[in-house]
């Protein structure tokens, strides 16, 4: 009997010690796999710690020519979860062309600068659609749509920011271009299949064909041309060197008879957003803020993608907040500031200070927040893991949970009284984008205007 007890009690004991140890884990995982994280960061980073865990690395070029250049931004592998999108950024030279090309993942472009016009052709419904895009636009290219870009600027710079999403990619967090138009450099898709049926299917001679697929050794950005006096030199005898926009056509579809709607563009195309022509979604004394989901702009759907662009003033914070819905990536466009992040167990991921170019993410839940240096306001740009409205949680502010909830529920958990509780929470009459600076009471506040109003009147 004795022995029986024993056994149950040492039983007991176990399963307590193993509930305990379960419910620690639990508690600590998601920090522990940040340190997972950090560990593989450092290990990729030649032993040098990061600035911040949630800072995506910096970007590596794909691609560069005298005519442009093209980098991409990505958290490091994870052991315990795959990276849903990279950033892209893309730099042309005036008059240059983004080759031909169709990826195994979704687009979703924005023009950052550039005082000219950039040009997006597609294939949209077997028909080719170009939209002129110019500052602050947004347009998406589908996954495994053909398409070029081309800065038709004949002085000006242009830069885009893209986001890449890794979803329907054919590898683990991994992308790949597939050139439809090129030659030695880039390689074309169609190089890989049998001259002699390559041939046939263009209906031309062997001869003819080598001609083409061998002229183009510019790489994946090249210059329009006649279009620039830095291009490199093309033979003027050897037309099939030339990216005109005629051959790019016939070379992507053939013949195509470009049908015109009754407005004079393309049937099919598809219009961009501008994110600074549009009321902003949110604005007050400290800055504003534009999101664009599915609803806004339906080209969205399709990428699961949605887009936002925040302006904050010097000095000023987008309050504490979290995003149900998704997973959140950024690029600092201006200024300077700093972006803290929070652990689910309470305790700090992150306060790191970032600057223009930098670029960081946010796990869906984490609550976290930006803040503008106290010398310029900050500016910046980004997407996020879902195309439906997100509706971020803000856990301080006028519009917050803490203000929704405040009651005896909320005061006992805190362990003060509900009159302390409804003097913090309102405390602040701000909601969403909030001032940085040493608080006062609303009563306080009152006085101080009421002092001011005595003091106008003489």
């Known amino acids: 009997m004795e022995v029986a007890v024993g056994a149950r009690m040492a039983a007991s004991i176990l ?43 910096r970007a590596t ?24 999108m990279h950033i892209g950024f893309i730099q042309m030279e005036p008059n ?17 600068t550039g ?16 939209r002129k895009m110019r500052r602050g636009d947004v347009n998406v290219i589908p996954a495994g749509s053909t398409f070029y870009i081309v800065n038709t600027h004949r002085g000006d710079r242009s830069q885009m920011i893209c986001s890449i999403d890794t979803t329907q990619s054919m590898g683990v967090s991994l992308h790949q271009s597939f050139f439809v138009g090129g030659g030695m450099n880039p390689t ?19 001869e003819e064909l080598e001609r083409m697929m061998r002229s183009q050794s510019g790489g994946a950005i090249v210059y329009m041309r006649g279009e620039s006096t830095e291009r490199p030199d093309i033979d003027d005898d050897n037309d099939d060197g030339a990216w005109t926009k005629q051959k790019l056509v016939d070379y992507l579809l053939g013949k195509v008879d470009r049908k015109k709607a009754g407005n004079g563009e393309h049937v099919g195309a598809l219009h961009s957003y501008n ?36 302006n904050l003033t010097a000095g000023s914070m987008l309050a504490p907040h979290m995003n149900p819905m998704a997973t959140e990536y950024g ?47 900050m500016e910046f740009f980004g997407f996020t893991t879902s195309s439906r409205r997100n509706h971020p949680q803000f856990l301080v502010g006028a519009s917050s949970v803490l ?22 929470v309102k405390a602040q009459r701000e909601s969403v984008i909030l001032p940085v600076r040493h608080h006062q009471l609303p009563e306080e506040e009152d006085e101080a205007e009421e002092e001011l109003s005595k003091l106008k009147r003489g």
């Open 15 to 57: 399963t307590l010690l193993f509930l305990a140890s379960w419910c620690l884990m639990s508690a600590s995982g998601f920090r522990q796999r940040g340190m997972e994280r950090e560990e593989e960061e450092e290990a990729h980073g030649g032993g040098r710690r990061l600035r911040g865990r949630f800072l995506l690395a």
């Open 61 to 84: 070029t794909v691609a560069r020519t005298d005519a442009g250049e093209i980098r991409v931004a990505s958290r490091y592998p994870s052991k315990s979860e795959p990276c849903p």
């Open 96 to 112: 240059s062309l983004v080759v031909p090309q169709y990826i195994d993942a979704n687009l979703v472009l924005f023009v950052h």
């Open 115 to 130: 005082e000219g016009e950039v040009k997006v052709g597609w294939i949209h419904k077997d028909e080719l659609v170009e």
């Open 188 to 206: 074309s898709v169609l190089a890989g299949f049998d001259s002699n049926t390559l041939a046939a299917a263009f209906n031309v001679t062997a």
């Open 275 to 310: 994110l600074y022509d549009n009321e902003p979604s949110y604005r007050n004394s400290f800055g504003w803020t534009t999101a664009i989901d599915e609803d806004d702009y339906s080209p969205l759907r399709s990428t699961g993608v949605g887009v936002y662009v925040v």
């Open 331 to 377: 690029v600092v466009l201006g200024g300077s500031g700093t972006i803290q992040v929070v652990f689910p167990n309470g305790s700090n991921a992150m306060n790191a200070e970032v600057s223009e170019g930098d670029a960081f993410w946010i796990p869906q839940y984490f609550p976290f927040c930006q803040i503008a240096s106290s010398g310029a306001p």
């Open 403 to 424: 203000r929704s909830m405040r009651g005896r529920e909320l005061a006992a958990a805190f362990r003060v009284s509900e009159e302390r509780l409804e003097r913090l």
